[in-house]
């Protein structure tokens, strides 16, 4: 049974580690349905706090109206990002704020959640350093965003030191292992 799958990609650096792990993702999945957000071309608005969408239920910005779409329908979401400042990149953060419509749906609607489907979420993250502490970080974070998207974080994966001695080949043999046996779930 063909998967959809969304990988979002928050590198500027197209030839960067963690977007080179999402080519090869996008490789093990390459008979499913694969769509991938690059968030810095997209460059998504920001979320205003202006909680029109507790109204409408829609973000009055209209820019990401066909991603969350496809985010929607996602039976698998990989969200990818470099270390800046010991957490996503920007345009990565942006995303998981805009998400806020989903949030303010959640908790106007009695708690029930808007997006019916139980999905399955992977985290792809490159270092300069170690890059242990962000990762740690990151994974809160997006917990935290998972709970409200009906979303269970089942893994991380980490290339760190990329800055001098990049782990890029076994990161590559984590995130190969792992998404290969997730293909082959039904």
Not at 151 to 171: G, K, M
Request: hydrophobic share 30%.
């Amino acid at each position: 049974m063909s998967k959809n799958v969304l990988i979002i990609k928050g590198s500027a650096r197209r030839d960067g580690y963690s977007n080179r792990l999402c080519d090869e993702i996008s490789n093990i999945f390459k008979e499913d349905n694969v769509t991938v957000f690059d968030a810095y071309k997209e460059s998504p608005k920001p979320c205003t706090g202006c909680n029109s969408c507790e109204k409408s239920g829609k973000c009055v910005s209209r820019d990401l109206d066909s991603f969350f779409e496809v985010f929607e329908a996602a039976d698998i979401v990989v969200f990818s990002s470099p270390v800046y400042n010991g957490t996503f990149t920007s345009p990565v953060k942006t995303l998981l704020d805009r998400f806020q419509v989903y949030y303010t749906g959640f908790y106007a609607n009695g708690r029930v959640q808007q997006i019916k489907k139980r999905r399955r979420a992977y985290l792809v993250v490159s270092a300069g350093r170690d890059g242990e502490k962000a990762l740690q970080y990151m994974q809160w974070q997006l917990s935290c965003a998972c709970s409200i998207l009906n979303l269970e974080l089942v893994q991380s994966f980490l290339c760190p030191f990329t800055d001098t001695e990049p782990r890029y080949d076994q990161a590559l043999s984590e995130v190969t292992r792992s998404l290969h046996n997730e293909k082959t779930q039904e």
